[in-house]
């Protein structure tokens, strides 16, 4: 009995001293360890990727994108549709990029794609305007229009066959924070227009801020929307 009693407690006190040792290295050593290498290697990254203005603030991360809208007139009318700020470039449509109209602070909605296919909603195999409401080509083909409309001066027309597809279309996520600089090229002259800019200031911005292949052959050049919108407002306010 004696015996019995004796391992019992020599067990317990082994199980105790592996849980205190173990909670020391895996949840207080090992942390602080990887936090440490992360904030002398990895600053930027381990602190969200974060993008300050000409002032210091924090105006997002690098890696989340933001829309840029006008107020609602009344902000708790969940029906009333959000319209875009054009004195900003725009970024992707998306129901997930949280709203920011002074690019100061953003809040996120939800992160997600559609699970509609390429063709809902085409006719004879083409998105067209007569394509059923509701269905992913017609929010395409209404996209394009808006495109067009929003982005054409009096000095400059966007033609529909000049709208590139991430114009019009979401990413995977819908939280992308890139653009192709095809969509930057074609915002530049309202862009310069709105915020009383010479377009070739406004086209040198977009190319400063466009960042080519990963390695010079992964993916596609892009443009990070809340970058340039950043420099944009640094320049207007210069």
Known sequence: MNNSVGNTARLIGAGLRALLVLTVICGVIYPLAVTGIAQALFNDQA???????????????????????????????AEEAAKPDLKW?????????????????????????????????????????????????????????????????????????????????????????????????????RVAERNKLDVRQVEKLVADHTTGRTLGFMGEPRVNVLELNTALKALTKG
């Open 89 to 189: 470039f725009q970024p992707r449509p998306s129901n997930g990029l949280g709203s920011n109209s002074v690019n100061t602070q953003y809040s996120l909605i939800l992160s997600g794609a559609t699970n509609r296919s390429a063709d809902n909603g085409a006719v004879n195999g083409l998105c067209t305007a007569g394509a059923e409401e509701g269905t992913l080509c017609a929010q395409v083909v209404a996209a394009k229009e808006s495109v067009v409309t929003d982005n054409s001066t009096a000095s400059y027309e966007v033609k529909p066959e000049d709208v590139p597809a991430d114009a019009v279309t979401s990413s995977g996520s819908g939280l992308d924070p890139h653009i192709s600089p095809a969509y930057a090229g074609i915002q530049v002259h």
């Open 47 to 77: 602190n969200g990727s974060e993008i300050k203005d000409k002032s210091g603030q924090v105006v997002g991360s690098s890696l989340i994108g933001q829309s840029y809208n006008l107020p609602k007139n009344d902000p708790d009318d």
